[in-house]
């Protein structure tokens, strides 16, 4: 055997254990992953041409009150790459990063989410936002921190930060049985994009769409439900006013008086099965999903989304025994020590009861603003999150304590 020969012979023995160690280190570490449903390879595919990694940079093309009020305004977001937009799922959100005042000449980085409302479209995304005031029975709290900042210091031409659109609330796009939107104050801002993309998408679907509010002054898309109305006549539109005020007249700016509820459905929707689709304040939903599901909706036709700190628990909710077991849990940053007895939805929701400060945006795994350092003890997720979380840390809002935990917050 020539040197050369004998060197082949080496190198390819070298080579062989590399790759032999290679492969035990991957069967190792699939050992420790929670392994994910399959995924059809056409599905993997759409999914990743769906989305983009991080942030990336839009620019305010156009701003656009949408209520007499003015309190409500739709920013229309522009890549400043110019590259199309890939398509999303109606009723999804955008994740923000925005850069807000904090006090003096100094800012803060805070992460928001707000829901798309208006169907897809490749040159543009657009968002509609509510001025959040202070609190009615505080007056002297806080106005609500990234809408005020959208409102006041977001301009035309200005550059924001976002990430691809996610979320686990959207319209079912291979269903053809009638559809109910119920859209309560700025929760018909999916139902906008849902109802868009049903009328251009899939015209001969029945669709009742209901939006509650107070009155006309924060009547957002008036002209634009009307004339959809007008032109589709599988489009069936219920405005309800709680706090009509002088010159709103019944018939003409609105159909109902009061609130939406489960006894204003069975007067107006016909008899058959129904997809439900409810987004609105937390008041709103505690009350009207369970009573959706106590009249008899199926589990699998009732989609919902609450805005701000809600949880909606449905007739025969439990979590699973080992997550009511009582845990303490310890913030450190706070040095809190409370104890877990599994009445709550998060460990989001949690905190928020007991007022320890945490970020929040999504509420549903997905844009990353509650991500905490995990000190010690083992996390249980409601559903595998979309946001890709860093080691040693943890998605408080789909979170639930396995363990005992010390949190850094």
Not at 203 to 219: D, I, M, N
Not at 366 to 386: F, K, S
Request: net charge neutral.
């Amino acid at each position: 055997m020539t040197a050369a020969q004998l060197l082949a012979w080496i190198t390819v023995a070298l080579l062989l254990q590399v790759a032999a160690a290679v492969g035990v280190t991957v069967w190792r570490r699939r050992g420790l992953q929670v392994v994910p449903p399959e995924v059809p390879a056409a599905a993997t595919t759409s999914s990743s041409q769906a989305a983009w990694s991080g942030w990336r940079a839009f620019r305010v093309e156009r701003r656009q009150p949408e209520d007499p009020a003015q309190t409500q305004c739709s920013f229309y977001l522009a890549p400043l790459d110019g590259q199309p937009l890939p398509p999303f799922k109606p009723g999804q959100f955008l994740t923000f990063s925005l850069d807000v005042p904090s006090g003096g000449q100094g800012t803060r980085m805070v992460t928001r989410c707000y829901s798309l409302s208006d169907r897809p479209d490749p040159a543009h995304y657009r968002v509609t936002i509510k001025r959040v005031p202070p609190p009615a029975d505080a007056p002297g709290a806080p106005a609500g921190l990234s809408s005020n900042h959208f409102h006041d210091r977001v301009h035309e031409g200005d550059v924001l930060r976002l990430k691809a659109p996610s979320g686990h609330f959207f319209i079912d796009p291979d269903a053809d049985v009638p559809v109910v939107l119920i859209g309560g104050g700025i929760g018909i801002t999916p139902m906008m994009s849902m109802l868009r993309w049903c009328l251009a998408e899939q015209p001969t679907r029945v669709v009742h769409l209901y939006y509650g509010l107070r009155s006309s002054r924060e009547h957002a898309f008036k002209q634009a439900l009307e004339t959809l109305a007008a032109a589709h006549p599988n489009l069936h539109l219920h405005v309800v006013y709680s706090r009509p005020v002088e010159g709103d007249t019944e018939g003409r700016d609105f159909q109902h008086r009061g609130h939406i509820d489960v006894e204003l459905l069975r007067r107006t929707l016909p008899h058959g099965r129904h997809r439900f689709y409810v987004c609105g304040p937390p008041a709103m939903m505690k009350s009207l999903v369970p009573a959706l599901a106590a009249w008899g909706v199926a589990r699998a036709d009732l989609n919902f989304e609450a805005f701000g700190p809600a949880s909606v628990s449905l007739p025969g909710d439990a979590p699973p025994r080992a997550e009511t077991e009582a845990f303490e849990i310890r913030f450190s940053r706070s040095g809190r020590t409370l104890s877990w007895d599994g009445s709550d939805t998060s460990l989001l929701d949690f905190a928020e009861r007991h007022a320890v400060a945490v970020e929040s945006g999504c509420r549903s795994g997905g844009c990353g603003a509650c991500e905490t350092r995990l000190l010690e003890g083992q996390v249980r997720y409601a559903q595998t999150p979309d946001h890709d979380v860093a080691p040693g840390h943890c998605l408080l809002c789909i979170g639930r304590p396995a363990s005992p935990l010390v949190l850094e917050a």
